[in-house]
């Protein structure tokens, strides 16, 4: 009798002990095995997600994995990268659930990495977890890439409307895709770790709403003016500065209440725009005393044959004196909207082309 009880109890401890491991293994927010890259919020319970590009990536040996999120309004998409390959799209609901993110890939070692593509207009997504699937084990985070970019721009940057092929120029969510942006695939191209603090409509001296990048560039959560990022936690090998565009063509709208909320009557002179991008640049030095700065623009009609606008920026640059700040403008599309996907790469190729022979890394 007391063998048989012996031998039952056995059957159940084992059985316990093959049942504990089969279970999926969790990594919460706040888990050092997940590498976030852009400015992410942590709080107790969950990662806030805002910024276009703003990624989670990491390493297991298994099968596959989701993810449990919840979107503030629903219109967010991400990009699902596995084993630096992009795998899916997938589009957040405003409801807390869980998303399949890779199933039933070979046996072995794998990356996977979250990708937000879209603007934090979209509203903010909270990350709780990843589950890894059954008999999977969570490896160590994936190694940071050694260099660093930051882009500070606006629609241009975030890849407004590159999806579009109707022409009808939509930046609504499914239409946007940043991580085929020109500032996404030049990190890439580099192999660079990826900061995107950009808007659509935002300028420097004026924006399509109540809101410029010199008041927004050091937030943390974006539509919180008291919450300031803290730039000692990325320090970016090089950043790049591709903003007026939008500015261009408010100071020649007088009608505009943006226009008349930062200008009055009478638009900004020549010399006003000049200085208020300098004090920008300036303001980017300040906290980056060691970047090389590319003050860039392009490649809608601010770049046109006879714009002011590039000239507005090569006298900044020229003024503020600095070895490190260059400028470089890249042709115009002369097509109309914003640059489609095609039009996206060939804005990389460009950029790339002059980092190769002018960043030193």
Same mark, same amino acid.
């Given at each position: 009798?007391?063998?048989?009880?012996?031998? =039952? +109890?056995?059957?159940?401890?084992?059985?316990?002990?093959?049942?504990?491991?089969?279970?999926?293994?969790?990594?919460?927010?706040?888990? *050092?095995?997940?590498?976030?890259?852009?400015?992410?919020?942590?709080?107790?319970?969950?990662?806030?997600?805002?910024?276009?590009?703003?990624?989670?990536?990491?390493? +297991? &040996? $298994?099968?596959?994995?989701?993810?449990? /999120?919840?979107?503030?309004?629903?219109?967010?998409?991400?990009?699902?990268? =596995?084993?630096?390959?992009?795998?899916?799209?997938?589009?957040?609901?405003?409801?807390?659930?869980?998303?399949?993110?890779?199933? %039933?890939? !070979?046996? $072995?070692?794998?990356?996977?990495?979250?990708?937000?593509?879209?603007?934090?207009?979209?509203?903010?997504?909270?990350?709780?977890?990843?589950?890894?699937? #059954?008999?999977?084990?969570?490896?160590?985070?994936?190694?940071?890439?050694?260099?660093?970019?930051?882009?500070?721009?606006?629609?241009?940057?975030?890849?407004?409307?590159?999806?579009?092929?109707?022409?009808?120029?939509?930046?609504?969510?499914?239409?946007?895709?940043?991580?085929?942006?020109?500032?996404?695939?030049?990190?890439?191209?580099?192999?660079?770790?990826?900061?995107?603090?950009?808007?659509?409509?935002?300028?420097?001296?004026?924006?399509?709403? !109540?809101?410029?990048? !010199?008041? /927004?560039?050091?937030?943390?959560?974006?539509?919180?003016?008291?919450?300031?990022?803290?730039?000692?936690?990325?320090?970016?090998?090089?950043? =790049?500065? %591709?903003?007026? *565009?939008?500015?261009?063509?408010?100071?020649? *709208?007088?009608?505009?209440?943006?226009?008349?909320?930062?200008?009055?009557?009478?638009?900004?002179?020549?010399?006003?725009?000049?200085?208020?991008? #300098?004090?920008?640049?300036?303001?980017?030095?300040?906290?980056?005393? #060691?970047? *090389?700065?590319?003050?860039?623009?392009?490649?809608?009609?601010?770049?046109?044959? @006879?714009? !002011?606008?590039? @000239?507005?920026?090569?006298?900044?640059?020229?003024?503020?004196? &600095?070895? $490190?700040?260059?400028?470089?403008?890249?042709?115009?599309?002369?097509?109309? @909207?914003?640059?489609?996907?095609?039009?996206?790469?060939?804005?990389? &190729?460009?950029?790339?082309?002059?980092?190769?022979?002018?960043?030193?890394?």
């Amino acid at each position: 009798m007391r063998r048989l009880y012996f031998l =039952v +109890f056995f059957i159940a401890f084992t059985g316990s002990i093959t049942s504990c491991l089969a279970q999926n293994i969790i990594l919460k927010s706040k888990d *050092q095995r997940i590498r976030y890259t852009g400015r992410i919020n942590q709080t107790d319970e969950a990662a806030e997600l805002y910024w276009t590009g703003s990624s989670l990536k990491i390493s +297991f &040996d $298994g099968t596959g994995a989701s993810a449990v /999120m919840q979107d503030e309004r629903g219109e967010n998409y991400f990009t699902i990268i =596995v084993d630096d390959k992009v795998v899916n799209t997938i589009h957040l609901d405003n409801t807390k659930q869980a998303y399949t993110l890779a199933e %039933n890939l !070979p046996s $072995g070692k794998h990356t996977l990495e979250l990708f937000k593509r879209t603007e934090w207009d979209k509203g903010k997504t909270l990350f709780y977890q990843f589950t890894l699937a #059954k008999e999977a084990t969570a490896l160590t985070a994936p190694e940071a890439k050694k260099r660093k970019i930051e882009f500070f721009g606006n629609s241009i940057t975030c890849g407004y409307a590159d999806e579009d092929t109707t022409g009808q120029d939509r930046g609504s969510a499914p239409y946007e895709n940043g991580y085929l942006s020109y500032a996404a695939l030049t990190a890439r191209h580099f192999n660079a770790q990826y900061v995107c603090t950009s808007k659509s409509g935002i300028g420097i001296t004026v924006s399509w709403f !109540p809101l410029i990048m !010199p008041e /927004m560039y050091n937030r943390l959560d974006p539509t919180d003016p008291t919450s300031t990022w803290n730039f000692k936690k990325y320090t970016p090998d090089v950043v =790049v500065i %591709n903003l007026f *565009q939008n500015d261009s063509w408010i100071v020649n *709208q007088p009608n505009n209440p943006q226009f008349k909320e930062r200008f009055g009557s009478k638009a900004p002179e020549p010399e006003q725009i000049i200085k208020a991008y #300098k004090e920008f640049v300036k303001s980017i030095r300040k906290v980056y005393p #060691k970047a *090389q700065i590319i003050c860039a623009l392009g490649s809608m009609d601010a770049t046109k044959a @006879g714009s !002011p606008w590039p @000239g507005y920026i090569e006298k900044a640059v020229a003024a503020l004196n &600095d070895k $490190g700040i260059y400028t470089h403008f890249i042709p115009y599309k002369n097509t109309p @909207g914003h640059p489609s996907l095609k039009e996206q790469q060939a804005m990389a &190729d460009d950029l790339i082309a002059f980092m190769e022979k002018t960043v030193k890394w």
